[in-house]
């Protein structure tokens, strides 16, 4: 019977999914990203992105297109999230980067999230592209590819 199952809420999820993610600091974001040794992913709405800017350097994958960029299979596979690389995903607190991280090493990607998102990016004093940076960086192509 339907009824039986538990009920998930978000707090569920984002407990499960901080247990089985890493999380990387926004004080040593920047080292990492320096040293060339992750990715970093933006999986806010393009509207955000416009709105306040963005990690320079980091790519964009909205959080809704994540699965099907990520799967080499999927018509919508982007081969810059297939490389042997460490993926860390922002987005404005950490939630949805946190979930998003969650699935995309379920996936198969080595990954993490920036604990605090984007906003604690920015309130550690860290480097923001210009909204004109980023609604450039944002102009992903979603069509199917073929």
Request: aromatic share 8%; hydrophobic share 40%; charged share 25%.
């Amino acid at each position: 019977m339907a009824g039986s199952r538990k009920k998930l809420g978000y707090r569920d999820l984002l407990a499960r999914a901080t247990a089985a993610i890493t999380t990387i600091a926004p004080e040593e974001a920047p080292t990492l990203q320096a040293a060339g040794e992750a990715v970093f992913v933006d999986i806010r709405d393009p509207r955000e992105l416009e709105r306040e800017g963005m990690i320079p350097g980091a790519r964009h994958a909205p959080r809704g297109m994540l699965e099907f960029w990520i799967d080499p299979e999927s018509p919508y596979h982007k081969a810059w999230l297939a490389e042997e690389r460490l993926y860390v995903f922002y987005c404005a607190s950490g939630w949805r980067s946190a979930l998003a991280a969650e699935v995309a090493s379920q996936m198969g990607l080595r990954c993490a999230s920036l604990g605090g998102g984007f906003t604690a990016w920015k309130a550690a004093g860290n480097e923001v592209a210009t909204n004109e940076i980023a609604t450039r960086v944002s102009g992903n192509d979603v069509a199917p590819r073929g």
